[in-house]
T-cell receptor, first 111, second 113 residues
Framework: RKEVEQDPGPFNVPEGATVAFNCTYS??????FFWYRQDCRKEPKLLMS?????NEDGRFTAQLNRASQYISLLIRDSKLSDSATYLC????????????WGLGTSLAVNP | DGGITQSPKYLFRKEGQNVTLSCEQN?????MYWYRQDPGQGLRLIYY???????QKGDIAEGYSVSREKKESFPLTVTSAQKNPTAFYLC????????????FGSGTQLSVL
C-alpha cells in the first residue's frame, strides 16, 4: 500500500457543482495533514491545513477521519479557476517528520 | 516582498555537464528543501537542510549535490552522474522543523539537449 494515495482523476465537473476528493494514508502515527493546489507547470501552494475538528475556508472544507485514515477536500460552487491538481500531503512519523506527497487529483471545471 | 526565488526558469544541460540551480529565500527560514517532479508523479525529495552548514539526503539524492553556506541560499547541482535529469525542480523552505507548511519557489524546468 502506498503511503499516501489519491484518485488521479481527472474529475470533470460543471461550474457550480460540488466535488469531493479523498486521500488515504497508511501511517496511523501521522499528525499533520495538508491540501496543496498546483496549477500546470507552477509551484504547489498551500490551500489549507486539515485539523482533527475539520476546517472550512469559504467554499472549501477539509476533514480528517483518523479511524479510516483518510482526509477529504470538498469544494462547493466550483469556479473555472478551481481547475488544478490538488495534492494531499501527510507528515511522516519519527524524528524527521518527513512530508509524504500524494500524486494529486486533477480537477477540470467546465463552463 | 519576502519569498523564494529560483533561477533560471528554464535550463538545458548537455551530456556530461554539471549544472547548478539557484534557490534564494529572504523569509529567514531555517529549513530548505529540493524536490523533483516528473510528469504524472508526486514530489520526490532530493536533499534538505535544517540549518546552515548541514544537509541530509532525501529519497533520490544520487547524482545531485547541495551546499548550505548561508541561511538564504541552497543551490542544487545536477551532476553528470544523474542519467535522467529532465524534470521540474522545486525549492521550498519552512520556518522550522515543527512547522510543516512549505513555501515554494516558482521552479526550474531542466531539460537535456
Amino acid at each position: 500500500r502506498k503511503e499516501v494515495e489519491q484518485d488521479p482523476g481527472p474529475f470533470n465537473v460543471p461550474e457550480g457543482a460540488t466535488v469531493a476528493f479523498n486521500c488515504t494514508y497508511s501511517n496511523s502515527a501521522s499528525q499533520s495533514f495538508f491540501w496543496y493546489r498546483q496549477d500546470c507547470r507552477k509551484e504547489p501552494k498551500l490551500l489549507m491545513s486539515v485539523y482533527s475538528s475539520g476546517n472550512e475556508d469559504g467554499r472549501f472544507t477539509a476533514q480528517l477521519n483518523r479511524a479510516s485514515q483518510y482526509i477529504s477536500l470538498l469544494i462547493r460552487d466550483s469556479k473555472l479557476s478551481d481547475s488544478a491538481t490538488y495534492l494531499c500531503v501527510v507528515n511522516g512519523a519519527g524524528n524527521n517528520r518527513k512530508l509524504i506527497w500524494g500524486l494529486g487529483t486533477s480537477l477540470a471545471v467546465n463552463p | 516582498d519576502g519569498g523564494i526565488t529560483q533561477s533560471p526558469k528554464y535550463l538545458f544541460r548537455k551530456e556530461g555537464q554539471n549544472v547548478t540551480l539557484s534557490c534564494e529565500q529572504n523569509l529567514n527560514h531555517d529549513a530548505m528543501y529540493w524536490y523533483r517532479q516528473d510528469p504524472g508523479q508526486g514530489l520526490r525529495l532530493i536533499y534538505y537542510s535544517q540549518i546552515v552548514n548541514d544537509f541530509q539526503k532525501g529519497d533520490i539524492a544520487e547524482g545531485y549535490s547541495v551546499s548550505r553556506e548561508k541561511k538564504e541560499s541552497f543551490p542544487l547541482t545536477v551532476t553528470s552522474a544523474q542519467k535522467n535529469p529532465t524534470a521540474f525542480y522545486l525549492c521550498a523552505s519552512r520556518t522550522g522543523a515543527t512547522n510543516e507548511k512549505l513555501f515554494f519557489g516558482s521552479g526550474t524546468q531542466l531539460s537535456v539537449l
